[in-house]
T-cell receptor
Framework: AQSVAQPEDQVNVAEGNPLTVKCTYSVSGNPYLFWYVQYPNRGLQFLLKYITGDNLVKGSYGFEAEFNKSQTSFHLKKPSALVSDSALYFCAVSPTGFQKLVFGTGTRLLVSP | GAVVSQHPSWVICKSGTSVKIECRSLDFQATTMFWYRQFPKQSLMLMATSNEGSKATYEQGVEKDKFLINHASLTLSTLTVTSAHPEDSSFYIC??????????????FGPGTRLTVL
């Protein structure tokens, strides 16, 4: 069965510092991996995805994520955090050729001024 | 980019009534749409997969007679919560799966509908 783990309920970082939001996955085959961001009372906004190719994926708003097959991880990163990055972040996996997205439990990012 | 809308964005209803939520893909066709439910401070839980022209596929534990899904066209899926009760209060989010070459298998999410049952 497919699963996604986001081990941190919340990540706190000061504005201007780098941030990392962790995600590990378990899936058979080659996964499609996604990061989404959710602001209060809003739907999910797509940040980036890994399908194939370069392990380092660049996405929206300066975010990037690195696919690490050996560690089955897909951590989200940003070199310099902004207060406006404060939101709820979800990692998701979709097994190749499979329609469903399986979401992690989400990580709340709080960027302090 | 692909846009998905939901209507209404929020709704308050009395216990026992039915509520219909619409999910539309505005600039692409979606043979498959998904309905999720999100409880406060929790992740999205897939309720059902809606396929155009056929019956929806429900996840285990989701009552198909309570959550009626209709996907009558390539741009519209509806979720009807029948005989709503307070425990049905939640944030309902739909997504539409794109099948264009550049967005294959990617889901685009609607803004969500906040349902409050009194």
């Amino acid at each position: 069965a497919q699963s996604v783990a986001q081990p941190e309920d919340q990540v706190n970082v000061a504005e201007g510092n780098p941030l990392t939001v962790k995600c590990t996955y378990s899936v058979s085959g080659n996964p499609y991996l996604f990061w989404y961001v959710q602001y209060p009372n809003r739907g999910l906004q797509f940040l980036l995805k890994y399908i194939t190719g370069d392990n380092l994926v660049k996405g929206s708003y300066g975010f990037e994520a690195e696919f690490n097959k050996s560690q089955t991880s897909f951590h989200l990163k940003k070199p310099s955090a902004l207060v406006s990055d404060s939101a709820l972040y979800f990692c998701a996996v979709s097994p190749t050729g499979f329609q469903k997205l399986v979401f992690g439990t989400g990580t709340r990012l709080l960027v302090s001024p | 980019g692909a846009v998905v809308s939901q209507h209404p964005s929020w709704v308050i209803c009395k216990s026992g009534t039915s509520v219909k939520i619409e999910c539309r893909s505005l600039d692409f066709q979606a043979t498959t749409m998904f309905w999720y439910r999100q409880f406060p401070k929790q992740s999205l839980m897939l309720m059902a997969t809606s396929n155009e022209g056929s019956k929806a596929t429900y996840e285990q534990g989701v009552e198909k007679d309570k959550f009626l899904i209709n996907h009558a066209s390539l741009t519209l899926s509806t979720l009807t919560v029948t005989s709503a009760h307070p425990e049905d209060s939640s944030f309902y989010i739909c997504s539409a799966r794109a099948t264009t070459r550049s967005s294959y298998n990617e889901q685009f999410f609607g803004p969500g509908t906040r349902l409050t049952v009194l």
